[in-house]
C-alpha cells in the first residue's frame, strides 16, 4: 500500500481530477471511428490515439485500488462511498413505501429517503421527488404530510428520526447502503 503525500493527495482527491479519472472510458478515441474508451480498448493493441489514454487507466487504476487514504481505505472506496444515488438504488421495486398489509405510506421509507443525499444536487430528496417515483397522487402526499407533519415541514422530526429510519431499511430490505469492494489479502 501507498500512503500519498499532503500534496498530492489534494490533487487527486480533487473533485475535478476524481471526475476525470471516473469518465475516463466515456473519452471517445480512435483515428477512424471515434468511439468511447471503454468499447476501444478492448479492439485495439495500442494505437497512438489511446496510448495515452491507457496509461492513465493505469494510474486510475493504482490510484484508485493501491493508494490509501487513510489506514485501510482506498480513494476508490471513498469514492464508491461519497457517491449520491437514486432512489431507485434504494427502491428498485418502486413499491417499497407502501405497507403490505394497510397500503399506507410508510412513514420510515420517507424519513429514510429525507435524510439521503439525492445525485443531482447532493441534498436530500424532495417530496415531490419520492412522491413522483413512487407514484403517489398529490391529493394522498398532502394527506400524508398533514396527518404526520401537522405544522408544515419538522425538518427536525424528520432528523430526529432519521438513525431510527437507517437501521429499519437495512433490516427490512437486507442492502447495504453503499457498495463498497473489499480488498481480500
Not at 58 to 84: H, P, S, Y
Request: charged share 30%; hydrophobic share 30%.
Amino acid at each position: 500500500m501507498q500512503v500519498l503525500s499532503r500534496d498530492l493527495e489534494e490533487i487527486v482527491t480533487s473533485p475535478q481530477f476524481i471526475n476525470m479519472l471516473l469518465n475516463l472510458d466515456n473519452i471517445e478515441v480512435g483515428i477512424v471511428d471515434r468511439e468511447p474508451f471503454v468499447k476501444h480498448r478492448k479492439r485495439c493493441s495500442g494505437c497512438s490515439d489511446c496510448l495515452l489514454y491507457r496509461r492513465i487507466l493505469k494510474v486510475k487504476e493504482m490510484i484508485f485500488d493501491e493508494t490509501e487514504l487513510v489506514e485501510g481505505i482506498t480513494l476508490g472506496q471513498a469514492v464508491e462511498m461519497r457517491k449520491c444515488r437514486g432512489i431507485d438504488y434504494y427502491f428498485p421495486n418502486g413499491d417499497e413505501i407502501r405497507d403490505p398489509e394497510t397500503g399506507e405510506i410508510d412513514l420510515k421509507v420517507y424519513v429514510f429517503l429525507k435524510n439521503q443525499d439525492g445525485p443531482t444536487n447532493g441534498h436530500p430528496f424532495t417530496d415531490q421527488e419520492i412522491f413522483d417515483y413512487f407514484k403517489i397522487n398529490q391529493s394522498e402526499a398532502q394527506k400524508f404530510k398533514a396527518r404526520y407533519f401537522p405544522n408544515g415541514k419538522n425538518t427536525d422530526d424528520i432528523n430526529m428520526s432519521g438513525l431510527e429510519s437507517i437501521e429499519y431499511y437495512k433490516k427490512k430490505f437486507n442492502r447495504p447502503l453503499t457498495r463498497v469492494k473489499k480488498r481480500v489479502g
